[in-house]
C-alpha cells in the first residue's frame, strides 16, 4: 500500500505570495491532518480534515486554510506568504478522527 | 496539553541500548505518553504509546514510573539507522479526536556512532 504522497516536495515563493500544497492519503484513510515544522518551534497543528469538513484547528491566522476533497484528498493554502512562513509542511492520514497517524515526507517551503 | 522536556542531544554507539527520558510534571490523569521518531527528510513514525508500568513492542520499550511525572524511551541494541530525532508527547491517547493538538517539543537528537 502506497504511504502518504506530498507535492510539491521543495518550493521556493517570495513574501506576499500565495502558495498551496497537496496531500494524498494513504488509500482507505479519511483523515488527513496539516502541520508546521520549523527548527525553532518543533512541530505545530494546523487543522485536521475527516470526510470533507475541517475537524480541528490549530492556532495560525486566517492565511493557512485548507480543504480536503471526496476523494479524501486535501490542500493547504498559505496566503500573503511571510518570511516566517519558511518551514516543513507536513500532511499526515490516519483511518478515521483520531488513531494513529501517518506522516507524508512533507514540503520544504522557502519563503524569500 | 501538557509540556515535555527531553534532552536537546545524545550520543551512543551501535549495539548499546539508548535510554531517553523524558520529563512530563503537568501530566494530567487521562494523558498518555507517544513517542515518535524522525529520520531526516521524512515526516515522524509512531513508536510506541503508554499509560502507566511498561509497555514494549518489537521496536522500543516504554517505562512509566507510579507517578508518570517521567517515562524513559528504550532503545535495545541500536544501529545507525536509529541515528534520528525522537519525540515524547503527552496529552489525548491515538485514539482520541483531539489527539492532533499534542504539544510537539524539538525532541532528542540521536546520533549512533560505528
Known amino acids: 500500500k502506497a504511504g502518504v504522497t506530498q507535492t510539491p516536495r521543495y518550493l521556493i515563493k517570495t513574501r506576499g505570495q500565495q502558495v498551496t500544497l497537496s496531500c494524498s492519503p494513504i488509500s482507505g484513510h479519511r483523515s488527513v491532518s496539516w502541520y508546521q515544522q520549523t527548527p525553532g518551534q518543533g512541530l505545530q497543528f494546523l487543522f485536521e480534515?475527516?470526510?470533507?469538513?475541517?475537524?480541528n484547528k490549530g492556532n495560525f491566522p486566517g492565511r493557512f486554510s485548507g480543504r480536503q476533497f471526496s476523494n479524501s484528498r486535501s490542500e493547504m493554502n498559505v496566503s500573503t506568504l511571510e518570511l516566517g512562513d519558511s518551514a516543513l509542511y507536513l500532511c499526515a492520514s490516519s483511518l478515521a478522527q483520531g488513531g494513529e497517524q501517518y506522516f507524508g515526507p512533507g514540503t520544504r517551503l522557502t519563503v524569500t | 496539553l501538557a509540556k515535555t522536556t527531553q534532552p536537546i542531544s545524545m550520543d551512543s554507539y551501535e549495539g548499546q541500548e539508548v535510554n531517553i527520558t523524558c520529563s512530563h510534571n503537568n501530566i494530567a490523569t487521562n494523558d498518555y505518553i507517544t513517542w515518535y521518531q524522525q529520520f531526516p527528510s521524512q515526516g515522524p513514525r509512531f513508536i510506541i504509546q503508554?499509560?502507566?508500568?511498561?509497555v514494549t513492542n518489537e521496536v522500543a520499550s516504554l517505562f512509566i514510573p507510579a507517578d508518570r511525572k517521567s517515562s524513559t524511551l528504550s532503545l535495545p541494541r541500536v544501529s545507525l539507522s536509529d541515528t534520528a530525532v525522537y519525540y515524547c508527547?503527552?496529552?489525548?491517547?491515538?485514539?482520541?479526536?483531539?489527539?492532533?493538538?499534542?504539544?510537539w517539543g524539538l525532541g532528542t537528537s540521536l546520533a549512533v556512532n560505528p
Open positions: 508527547l503527552v496529552g489525548p491517547g491515538l485514539e482520541a479526536g483531539n489527539n492532533r493538538k499534542l504539544i
Open positions: 480534515y475527516f470526510s470533507e469538513t475541517q475537524r
Open positions: 503508554g499509560y502507566k508500568t511498561k
